[in-house]
């Protein structure tokens, strides 16, 4: 039946936490890693190509914060690139996913070089980038909703990996607990924004495809992942057993 009113806040709000059901929780990639069953380079895979992802969160809510004209508003999401990045003096999340990196046995120089990340990552990643430099404020910010989803990823992988990969540094883990609370806060603040701005019937169902769209970015990374490291064909497998794919940041 063709929705005719908004939707009242409390509905609409969980029509977003229903869109959870399609979470990269649910990918086999990670059910695997959650039940202990992916190997050493399955999770090395994982962490190279994800940090490709977290050194663009901090482009993507700069871009956001560019396109808001508001100063309340920039005020409290510029602690998202500070969460990060890091500032006075303390140590980001960059910094605590480089440390995951050697804590599963990478150089940190390999994944600053970026020479991991699958194409596919890439390309879904950048595309979530070039949406929030694109999009207006709002729908950018809200785009960041599947944060609604991730503090239960976070606490399932301090509850289950230590247990199933004892090879892992203990230290490689502080990235995972600081976001619990950062998590929590940002959803109360990007859930705020997308109940004031999505008041009509169009907003709403625009914003429900954008953070499915989101939604599909994560689950594309590790489509892309467990063709190259489960199934064994990277990119150009066929002709090559080199990394033949483009290894730098073009956009």
Known sequence: MTQTQPLSPRAFEQALRDKGAYYH???????????????????????????????????????????????????KWVQRILDHDGHGGGDGGIEAWLRLGEAVGLKREALLSDDMVLPGVRFAVDAYVNFARRANWQEAACSSL??????????ARLDTWPGHYQWIEAEGY??????????????????????????????????????????????????????????????YHTVTTGSAWHKTRLV
């Open 25 to 75: 929780i649910h990918h086999p990639y990670h059910i695997a890693m959650h039940n202990g069953q992916a190997t050493r380079e399955q999770i090395q895979g994982w962490v190279a190509n994800r940090f490709y992802y977290q050194t663009s969160i901090p482009l993507k809510d700069a871009a956001i914060m560019a396109n808001c004209p508001h100063p309340d508003v920039r005020r």
């Open 146 to 155: 599947t944060e609604l989803f991730a503090p239960q990823i976070h606490q």
């Open 174 to 235: 502080d990235y995972f607990r600081s976001r619990l609370s950062q998590a929590n806060r940002d959803v109360e603040h990007g859930l705020q924004l997308a109940l004031e701005y999505c008041d009509s019937v169009e907003k709403q169902q625009r914003m429900l495809e954008i953070l499915q769209f989101k939604l599909d970015i994560l689950w594309s990374m590790l489509d892309a992942m467990s063709m190259a490291y489960e199934l064994k064909r990277p990119p």
